[in-house]
């Protein structure tokens, strides 16, 4: 028996029939923990051994972390020289590869760049700064980022939406006139500079399919077998290509849960899944409903949420596993009561049950959400890690670092230019460089045109800046010239030392400063993940030179779900594996734990505010649901009666989710789970600007100060103080009606309830 034959006997009914319906449309509606990562790898295998061809299997996702495993899973099963045959990549990934392949057809120059979502923005405040755009909310530059995804995603070009009057008068309506010509001249700079954003390699691959119909028919003839995941996930433009690519063969199966679309603020189309069988009329349907995952009572929890949307594909999932603990819905005061009671639940499962930390997930709908969580489990001690914190990428010194690959790249990038020209200081004034900046807008070439055009004399400089100046373009004109044919590792590091980047990050660390060494450390993480790269690179059968600008693409190509497995500020997930991971809920999806914590179950949270006031239920709903089929043994709901908003303090009324899962399922049933009204376990919490009976041994959490033991208790009514005994702090006198003190336990005796 093969390894394939082997693995196709251990699936279940509906996953056979998933992978062996290989011709014509095909919708798999695969539920939370159905196995469909595995469904997807075997259908692969299968068209292999059916003598498809892996060059004409064509297999997209939204993660490089998600292809990398399926290709690695399909290595196992039909070998490594077929498996890197087979063309699995993120759309962004491929659709780069094609774009490269017929740069001609573009518009753009060969050795374009593409520019991740900082850099963009970077570029988007310089063309409002040279429009003298006024500085108003309107005009906000994140907000304006948003409204150009928005347009490439629905592709409504710069040059329709300007010559739409619609569009002005609804601009002018709106007090932004300017709209409109700043999306162009956000356009016009981005073209002169040979760069693309992410939503342009989307765009611009529908353009090249649209206007050529023999590129069409080849990239059809190519990709006889599509297979897509996450299929709920995609935006309109990318359902578009899709059609493109599908063609006459019609050989296209795509794979993803409606009740697991959860990105339409990034422009994900819920409606794409909903009305595949619309679009593709002979489409066959195959429902995974079995969760491998998760208790009976946690699925048919969130089976019974999810039915409260309206807007959904018909499915009832079933647990594989047994029935499980029911979940639990616990009352806080506060939210510092809600993190204590949260942390301090985790260390005593964890110590009592010779549990692993990295078991354990807090889920929470906003990242302003994650500050008195991360200092609550600092006062326990209990090590974490922020799943989808700022990532190493973003840190100042790799993206000065990455400026530089980009120049050497696309000598036409003049973000990179004007990031790293005096980048370590080299004697140049702000003036010097803005001076070049002018000219060159002048003469409309870029920065690095006109100093790379400039006779050795550069009048109109300083001696100083020429001196500068001079050796910059040297090393520059060295390095764009080997790129053409040195290994990325090499040349990344003589880029390192030749700048001066290496002697100021290694300056910079002297006396042991906890932030040089980190700097320096990061810039060696980058480092090293070249060499990780041209390794990758070879392995999956490239013979060619694994050149800087390779390496690059990789980079700028990573999702946010990519970042988020790559090194974080504080510390990598692979340093720190026995640790609690804090996350947004929208970070969290692809992710399972054993135990799951959600938090800030109240409306106005989650919901969000902004949610309710724009009708989108449904999304925050599929977002809870997420949530909750993240747990595999035991789910906990919370909620604060009160949270913090801007300067105000305001009183909330549990979720209305919490309403919509049936108290069968739940910890506590009756009364007290229709009320909502269930109390904290083993937590007592003092309601602000009131009095609570506390006694000497009390061991209490502080916001501020941490744990520590009550040792005395002086004065009466408003005028109660308290002296604590803080672990870190040591003693403290704090008047009780201020201090917001949270019980983690009572002492022996103390009598108080």
């Given amino acids: 028996m093969t390894e394939l034959e082997r693995q196709l006997a251990s699936l279940n009914k509906e996953q056979l029939e998933a992978v062996t319906t290989v011709q014509g449309p095909l919708l798999v509606i695969a539920g939370a923990g159905s196995g469909k990562t595995r469904v997807l790898t075997l259908r692969i295998a299968y068209l292999l051994a059916q003598g498809v061809a892996a060059n004409r299997v064509l297999a997209l996702t939204f993660t490089n972390k998600a292809a990398t495993e399926m290709r690695s899973r399909l290595a196992s099963i039909v070998g490594k020289d077929e498996a890197s045959m087979v ?46 755009v006024p500085d108003s909310p309107v005009y906000k530059p994140e907000r304006i980022a948003k409204f150009i995804s928005t347009c490439k995603n629905q592709i409504v070009l710069a040059e329709h939406y300007v010559a739409d009057p619609r569009a002005l008068e609804a601009d002018t309506q709106r007090d932004m006139p300017l709209r409109g010509r700043i999306y162009q001249e956000y356009t016009l700079y981005m073209k002169r500079e040979n760069a693309m954003d992410f939503d342009d390699l989307l765009v611009n691959m529908f353009l090249l399919l649209y206007h050529n119909a023999d590129l069409r028919q080849k990239y059809q003839n190519i990709n006889q077998y599509i297979l897509v995941d996450e ?47 619309r679009d593709y009329k002979e489409a066959k349907e195959v ?41 639990k819905i616990h009352r806080y005061a506060t939210p510092e ?77 003049d973000d990179a230019f004007l990031r790293i020209v005096n980048t370590p200081r080299r004697g140049l004034g702000s003036r010097s460089v803005q001076q070049i900046a002018d000219a060159a807008r002048m003469d409309e070439v870029s920065c690095w045109q006109y100093l790379d055009g400039m006779d050795d004399s550069m009048g109109g400089f300083s001696s100083k800046a020429r001196v500068s100046l001079s050796m910059f373009r040297a090393m520059v004109r060295e390095w764009i010239k080997s790129e053409k044919e040195e290994d990325a590792t090499k040349l990344a590091k003589d880029i390192y030392v030749d700048s001066g980047l290496k002697k100021y990050f290694e300056d910079d660390t002297e006396g042991d400063s906890e932030e040089g060494l980190g700097r320096h450390g990061n810039v060696q993480e980058l480092l090293a993940q070249i060499v990780n790269g041209r390794d990758a690179y070879r392995s999956d059968g490239h013979d060619d030179t694994y050149r800087l600008s390779i390496f690059l693409d990789s980079v700028s190509l990573l999702s946010e779900q990519d ?31 054993d135990y799951v914590y959600v938090i800030g179950m109240e409306e106005s949270t989650f919901p969000s505010e902004r949610a309710i006031e724009a009708g989108s239920i449904e999304e925050e709903r599929r977002l ?25 303090m305001r009183t909330l009324a549990p979720s209305r989710f919490l309403r919509e899962i049936q108290p069968d399922y739940l910890m506590e049933s009756g ?43 002086l004065g009466r009514d408003t005028d109660r103080r308290v002296v604590i005994d803080f672990e870190e702090k040591g003693e403290r006198t704090l008047v009780l009606r201020y201090a917001k003190l949270v019980v983690v336990s009572r002492a022996e005796g103390s009598g108080v309830e």
């Fill in 337 to 413: 009561a809600e993190a204590a009671a949260v942390s301090y639940d985790i260390k005593v499962l964890a110590e009592s049950s010779r549990l692993d930390y990295k078991d354990f997930a807090v889920l929470y709908r906003s990242n302003a959400m994650a500050r008195t969580l991360e200092f609550m489990f600092k006062s326990q001690r209990i090590p974490t890690q922020i799943y989808g914190g700022k990532s190493v990428f973003e840190r100042s010194e790799i993206q000065d670092l990455l400026a530089y690959f980009r120049l050497v790249c696309n000598p036409n990038d």
């Fill in 87 to 132: 063309r699995a990549g993120t759309f962004h990934s491929i659709f780069l590869q094609i774009l490269r392949r017929e740069v001609a057809r573009t518009g753009y120059s060969e050795g374009f760049s593409v520019r991740d979502s900082t850099a963009s923005l970077r570029l988007l405040r310089r063309v409002m700064r040279d429009m003298n």
């Fill in 563 to 593: 970042r988020n497995a790559a090194l974080k500020s504080g510390g990598a997930e692979r340093e720190r594996p026995h640790s609690v991971t804090l996350s947004t809920v929208h970070s969290s999806k692809g992710l399972e734990f």
């Fill in 231 to 277: 299929y709920q996930d995609t935006n309109f433009v990318q359902n578009v290509v899709l059609k493109y690519l599908v063609g006459s063969h019609r050989n296209i199966c795509v794979v993803g849960d409606d009740s697991q679309s959860i990105y339409a603020f990034r422009g994900a189309k819920v409606e794409n899944i909903l009305n595949f069988k």
């Fill in 671 to 713: 009364a007290a789970v229709d009320a909502l009204d269930t109390e904290s376990l083993g937590f007592e919490v003092m309601p602000e600007g009131q009095n609570q009976d506390y006694a000497v041994g009390d061991a209490v959490m502080h916001r501020t100060f941490g744990k520590g033991v009550i040792k005395r208790l």
């Fill in 287 to 327: 429902k995974l409903e079995l969760n491998y995952r998760s208790t009976a009572n946690i699925v048919n929890s969130a089976n019974r949420l999810i039915a409260h949307n309206r807007l959904r594909l018909d499915k009832k999932c079933h647990a594989l596993g047994v029935l499980g603990e029911r979940v």
């Fill in 624 to 648: 809870c649901y997420v949530a909750m089929t993240r747990a595999a043994k035991r789910l906990t709901l919370t909620y604060s009666e009160t949270r913090q908003y801007g300067h105000a």
